[in-house]
Each structure stands twice: as structure tokens, then as C-alpha cells.
């Protein structure tokens, strides 16, 4: 490239350059004057298309000017164009009858599930009877999904259970909270009280009042000198305080193999108030949960003394003492997510 080619782009950068003076007027401007230097076909771009024709000494002495030149329109270009939209913005809202003083909408309240709100509730009454809080995992062994709890291999309660197995290994989905109980007096000694919430899994078909996911809340209080009366006492209170102060209560005899005796809990029908209806079936009793003391083989599992301590354990489905305080139909309806229902449960309510 000659001198004189060279002096020519260079007049010609520079009125480019001066350019972008004039084009910052308005948005408009603006955007045609980054079409004309910096879109596919504008100047500076076919500027840096055409160096790669010139040979590297000129391309050296071109090159810098025609980049530099480039990234100065590009951040000219944005900072104008975010000055002139903020102005824009600001002269709009002097023509708008809005007092921008006033607080914002509220944006609408969230709300704890019904179920977390009616395990909450639940948890919060036996606190108040001295029973603390424990956990565990969602996946045990059978040692203390079953074995420790006096459910030996091939025994015939584990039928009553179907059980998810994971594959290949030696783990199963826990079907019930009961293994809480069997970590807890495994790493704690007694006396103890303590409630195990959480989710447990059962092979079954969901319906109305069936599902392969739910939630369940166990208590265990082990001690000396408990009593069959002091598991009474501790549910009669309970369920007082769950449906109300004139609920009665009702202990008939069952099985559970990591409690002896053991007893189904019933309680009058809230609906109404123990006469007989469709929802209690006519009988005025409404079956809430089991319960029993706790088995001397269960203390043996877990290294205490059967002659020193006892205990007493119970546990109860949080979906059907949820259905029962709201009086929903279907259990179903918990796990659907619909707004429309869920909505209609407050805090204060449950």
C-alpha cells in the first residue's frame, strides 16, 4: 500500500471516528450509525475484512487503528445507548400519575403443605409431653428395618409389608419408622422418649386411601417401671389434644411382633361424636394407630436390660389423622400439587 493510500484510510478512520460524535443524538441515530460501521456490511467491518489483503508490514501499521477503532464504537455504542434508554425511561414516568412512594403489591403469601403442617402440629403436642425428635435414613438394612425389631428372616409378618429391595444389594426402602427407634437405643441409653417422623415406602396400589409413598410418626419413651397405663395416659392426652377435649379413646387387642401387648387405638368419631355414621361405619369408633409395649426381644437387639427397663411405642399415618382433622376424601389429592387445593388450607386451620 502506498503513502498515499495510507493517508487516505487514515482521513477516512478518522471521519469515522468524528462520526460517532454526531450519531449519540438519539436512539435511532444510534442504531443506524452501528449498522453503517458495525453490522455485516458496515465500514469498520469491511475495513477489517480488507487487511488481510494488505501485506503484514501495512496490516501492522493498519491493523491496531481499525481494532482499537472498532472497540471503542462498540463501548461508545452501549454506554449511549444505555444513557439515552434510562433517559427514556425517566421522562415517561414524569408523564405517569404515580406516586412511586407507595409500598409495592404484596406477592402472595406461600404456606406449609397440610401434611407438613399437620406433622408439625403433632410433633409440637408431644414435645410439650417430653418427647424429643430423631431421624434416620430412608434406606435400611434388614437388621433394623426387620431383625431388631423381632422379624426374623421368613417370618410371617413380613408378608404384611411389601417391601421395596434394592436391587442386588442388601438394602431396602424402610417400610415403616420404627428403625429410628432401633438407632436411637442403639447409640443412646435410657430413660428416652423420642418421636421418629418421616416418609416410609410399601409396595401397594395407590387409591383413596392407599399409597406407595406416606409419612408416618412413631414415639418410643423407654424407662423404669412403665407401664401399660402410662401408654394409655400419654395417648388419651395426645389424641385430646389432637381432636379436641371430648374425644374418647379405646384399646383393643392386636399384634405387632416388636410389641407385647399390643393394642389398635381407636378414637370416638369426630364427625359424630361417637352416634354412629358412613364415615366410623355406625360404630362411633374411628381406628387411629397402633401401639404396645415394646417387646424384651427388641431391648435385647439393642443391648438393654428387659428385667431393668420398658417401654412403651406407638405409631400413626400423618395422612390419616390429616384426612380425618380436614376431612378430605382422598389421600390423593396431598401428592397432586393443585393450588386450587392446597390453598385452602392455612396454617391457622390445621
Not at 220 to 248: C, H, N, Q, Y
Request: net charge negative.
Amino acid at each position: 500500500m502506498s503513502a498515499a493510500d495510507l493517508s487516505e484510510l487514515g482521513k477516512k478512520l478518522d471521519a469515522l471516528e468524528s462520526g460517532l460524535d454526531t450519531a449519540q443524538l438519539d436512539l435511532n441515530a444510534l442504531e443506524a450509525f452501528r449498522v453503517q460501521s458495525l453490522g455485516r456490511k458496515g465500514e469498520v467491518t469491511e475495513l477489517l475484512k480488507s487487511l488481510k489483503e494488505l501485506s503484514l508490514e501495512d496490516r501492522r501499521a493498519v491493523g491496531p487503528r481499525v481494532q482499537a477503532l472498532k472497540t471503542k464504537f462498540e463501548d461508545s455504542i452501549a454506554r449511549r445507548r444505555a444513557e439515552l434508554e434510562t433517559a427514556a425511561d425517566a421522562a415517561s414516568l414524569q408523564n405517569i400519575d404515580l406516586d412511586l412512594s407507595l409500598p409495592a403489591s404484596a406477592p402472595p403469601r406461600g404456606r406449609l403443605h397440610p401434611l407438613t403442617q399437620t406433622l408439625q402440629e403433632i410433633s409440637r403436642i408431644l414435645s410439650l409431653m417430653g418427647f424429643s425428635w430423631a431421624e434416620g435414613p430412608l434406606v435400611e438394612t434388614e437388621r433394623h428395618n426387620f431383625e431388631a425389631l423381632n422379624i426374623p428372616e421368613h417370618h410371617a409378618a413380613r408378608d404384611l409389608q411389601d417391601t421395596f429391595y434394592l436391587q442386588d444389594i442388601p438394602l431396602l426402602l424402610r417400610t415403616h419408622t420404627s428403625p429410628v427407634q432401633i438407632r436411637t437405643m442403639e447409640s443412646q441409653q435410657p430413660p428416652l422418649r423420642v418421636i421418629c417422623p418421616g416418609r416410609v415406602f410399601r409396595h401397594e396400589a395407590v387409591d383413596a386411601t392407599h399409597s406407595a409413598v406416606f409419612h408416618q410418626i412413631e414415639g418410643l419413651a423407654v424407662d423404669k417401671g412403665i407401664s401399660f397405663a402410662d401408654l394409655k395416659g400419654t395417648l388419651e392426652t395426645f389424641l385430646k389434644k389432637v381432636f379436641g377435649p371430648r374425644t374418647k379413646t379405646r384399646f383393643l387387642p392386636s399384634y405387632y411382633p416388636f410389641t407385647e401387648p399390643s393394642a389398635d387405638v381407636y378414637a370416638s368419631c369426630i364427625f359424630c361424636s361417637g352416634s354412629g355414621c358412613p364415615i366410623c361405619k355406625q360404630s362411633g369408633w374411628i381406628e387411629i394407630m397402633g401401639a404396645g409395649m415394646v417387646h424384651p426381644n427388641v431391648f435385647k437387639a439393642v443391648g438393654y436390660d428387659p428385667e431393668l427397663w420398658s417401654g412403651f411405642a406407638f405409631g400413626m399415618g400423618v395422612e390419616r389423622i390429616a384426612i380425618l382433622r380436614l376431612g378430605v376424601p382422598d389421600m390423593r389429592l396431598f401428592f397432586s400439587n393443585d393450588l386450587r387445593f392446597l390453598k385452602q388450607f392455612d396454617e391457622n386451620l390445621v
